[in-house]
């Protein structure tokens, strides 16, 4: 027998798959339509050259690439003769393409957002696979922390409406940073390494941590400074986060701001990176999920400004960290949109991991019950095969009153019917029987309490809708 | 400068593309949930072996094929050895895999839809893509024509709530046809051929059709009988179905009905398509689209009952065919579900085009208005960065009112403001200035009519929806 199953990494979406996906992509929508952000959609397929050296080395390898029709092969021909297109990587390089594209189109200020499958030919693995959505927001054309101050306030939304009551919004600024470790004595050219190993530091501690810089060749010295310092913040975290009133957490936030300014002195980027963050939390009235967390690193060659991340734990802001869940990223990257222009467009963007997301709301059973039930709120019975016209007469008239009706396919056994009906979890089913049609009269049966009755045709679905 | 355009055939949909497609497909999928179909999607990507033989020789031409991933290219190469993946063809292969692969999982009456995307390596050509999107619904399991009559009726309401009221329904049947083309004398392997041009007729008129069924090597007196047949209905459709009175069309289909049935005679599989075509008329009532068109000859190797069309003309029911748009077809084919399992599994569906409804309905101006207006029903003004954060407030307060809110994405001169709101065409603007801040109130203008009142900010929302 044939493999019948869908290709390595890939998934199909049952029906309550897909209305589960669709509930959660609908939020989000709403959400970021309320916002003032608007859809767009990009092919699948990129020119090879579009995406051509914007992933690094690694990223590249992973980009599926399409073979080129009825072209002759060639004894020497290389992976570069063989394919002239591309699958869809990623949703930044095919934003940066259309903002080129139709510059004089869009507005200036371009706020939209995107929620479209990115295929990567990595290795599959648990929540790991080859095709999957991404769902990006960015605002373009705009260097206010106004639209910081925004994206936070729309993703908390979308969070708290789908269900998620304890998650943290972590925010940090690439230019304090940079001053941090300028402060701590590490020269530029460690930096990334540096950055590297904070990136990690939630999963490997502050020992190795500490370790791995003194692998990477910095100063014993620079690394006390550095490390000094993070216990300090790490010290007021415990004290003040980690504490249920909100009133502590925008104290700490206070706090960390001042150690921040005292550690870094007069270097002037890292002064401006402070004033951008603050202006966040003013902006937002001090959003009560957020704070800064002089931690976050994360995808340094990529972001000039604010880096956020949002978390889950099993109880927000609790100090045990063996039990967190990214739910998204993002930050301000002003050097990427322009890639394919002359100018520097300033920009700013939020992903929220679909995926992950949809894995917590299962594991959680945070689905509302209707979304994994039936398809249909009723199913009318066929009598006999003379008998179709009118079930499907008076599956019309429910379908008018906004019901979701299904209509047996075929004349069978009353019983076999209710059966299926039952099996297929339908609340309802409306038989047309001999009787019935006789006294154009309907039969009404809630499978759920097994209560039924008969009822002119008029008054059924005001009964299925009570 | 880079090339910024998307791929050869591919196209980038603008938010207000994005939300026209949109409309359209919501409209799809509310009707066919209200007739119990549920969504299924399915990867872009198959295994090439999934999708290998199923489109003859053309269609597997036209089939995008992914290059492996790490496989050292060999001197002897051939595109089989280069490919292992490549881009979903139809949707209905991964239906049928689908559904042997969940033979368990699923009902046994499975009523699918399934809107995505699909590549062909096409030349591109005005209105033919590379990237577009099926839109098919298929129910699985029935050998009932209550199936038919349920199709007929859901793809009619579609079209009637998207403002199309001159469309026909033109229903014929696979064993019909056969039984017509036997009594006409030609022989079973002509009858490929017959059927090929038969459907044609539309385009090439009926003596450019006798022509080339006589090219082909059919009798001169097969030719004949069959063209006398046809020309007989096809008064019959000049005298009675292009009237306007619903009474003659259903005068014209019993006609019809009699006219093949004296013709057929006693051919026991055109006798049973006759049935089946009459009960589908029976189940819908007669609905006042339908009609009989024994020319209708579409997809044969595939189809095995009946088969099924929607067109649109400039005025239903003209006779004057140059004007004749087809927004989609079906049929039941009864054998291709099974490809990949080995019971045969009735079947049947049809496909709305979606690419050319919506190209329609643009060319007749048929979207709503405010699907091509702004992405926003308010703009907020920031008066200056310390009143960034009470802006923010005052959207906040109208977003929980429903209200899509843009706030102005820095501090600016509110001309300026003024400016970018009308540019980007969002009706009203409300003004947080010095004055309205100490006063707590709010300006708010309306840009379509000038009036402006300073109002209390709970009034705002009110007076936007009015």
Redesign the interface.
């Known amino acids: 027998?044939?493999?019948?199953?869908?290709?390595r990494g890939?998934?199909?979406?049952?029906?309550s798959?897909?209305?589960k996906?669709?509930y959660v992509i609908g939020i989000i929508k709403e959400v970021y339509?309320?916002?003032?952000?608007?859809?767009?959609?990009?092919?699948?397929?990129?020119?090879i050259?579009?995406l051509t050296g914007k992933y690094g080395e690694e990223g590249s390898?992973l980009i599926?690439?399409?073979?080129k029709?009825?072209e002759k092969?060639d004894?020497?021909?290389?992976?570069k003769d063989?394919?002239d297109?591309a699958?869809r990587y990623d949703l930044t390089v095919?934003l940066a393409?259309?903002v080129?594209?139709?510059r004089n189109?869009?507005?200036?200020?371009f706020?939209?957002y995107q929620i479209q499958?990115v295929?990567r030919?990595d290795r599959p693995a648990r929540g790991r696979f080859?095709?999957f959505y991404q769902c990006d927001v960015d605002?373009i054309?705009?260097?206010?922390?106004?639209?910081e101050?925004?994206l936070c306030?729309a993703v908390s939304e979308i969070l708290s409406r789908l269900g998620f009551n304890s998650f943290a919004i972590h925010l940090n600024n690439r230019k304090i940073l940079t001053a941090i470790l300028d402060a701590s004595g590490i020269t530029i050219d460690k930096q990334t390494d540096a950055l590297i190993a904070l990136d990690k530091i939630d999963k490997i501690g502050p020992e190795k941590f500490q370790e791995e810089l003194i692998e990477r060749g910095i100063q014993q010295e620079s690394i006390e400074n550095f490390g000094r310092f993070m216990a300090a913040v790490y010290s007021k975290m415990d004290e003040l986060l980690y504490s249920t009133e909100t009133k502590n957490r925008t104290d700490f936030n206070k706090t960390v701001f001042e150690m921040i300014a005292n550690f870094i002195g007069d270097n002037e980027q890292g002064k401006k990176g402070l004033q951008e963050l603050r202006?966040i939390f003013?902006?937002?009235?001090n959003n009560k999920n957020s704070f800064v967390d002089v931690a976050l690193a994360r995808g340094l060659s990529y972001y000039t400004g604010t880096i956020m991340e949002i978390t889950l734990r099993d109880s927000a802001f609790k100090s045990d960290s063996d039990f967190v869940i990214s739910l998204g990223g993002g930050g301000r990257y002003d050097g990427l949109i322009g890639m394919?222009?002359?100018e520097q467009i300033p920009a700013c963007g939020f992903s929220l991991g679909l995926e992950r997301i949809l894995v917590v709301m299962e594991e959680r059973g945070m689905f509302p019950k209707e979304l994994s039930d039936s398809?249909?709120d009723v199913l009318v019975t066929?009598w006999n095969?003379d008998a179709?016209?009118e079930?499907?007469?008076l599956a019309?008239e429910l379908?008018k009153e906004?019901?979701?009706?299904?209509?047996?396919?075929?004349?069978d056994k009353l019983g076999k019917q209710f059966k299926?009906a039952d099996?297929?979890k339908i609340p309802f089913v409306c038989v047309l029987g001999e009787n019935e049609l006789a006294e154009n009269k309907v039969t009404l049966k809630n499978l759920r309490t097994g209560e039924q009755e008969t009822l002119g045709r008029d008054e059924i679905s005001k009964r299925i809708k009570e």
């Open positions: 027998m044939a493999n019948t199953k869908p290709a890939m998934r199909d979406f049952l029906p798959d897909v209305r996906r669709n339509e309320s916002y003032g952000f608007e859809p767009l959609e990009t092919p699948a397929v990129e020119n050259e579009t390898q599926f690439k399409i073979l029709r009825g092969l004894a020497n021909a290389s992976e063989l394919s297109l699958l095919p393409r259309v080129a594209n139709h189109d869009l507005p200036k200020f706020k939209r499958p295929w030919a080859r095709e605002a054309g705009s260097n206010s922390m106004l639209v101050a925004e306030a202006e003013d902006y937002t009235n394919f222009g002359k398809s249909a066929v095969e179709i016209g079930s499907l007469k019309a379908r906004n019901l979701r009706v299904l209509v047996y396919p075929e004349a299926y099996s297929i």
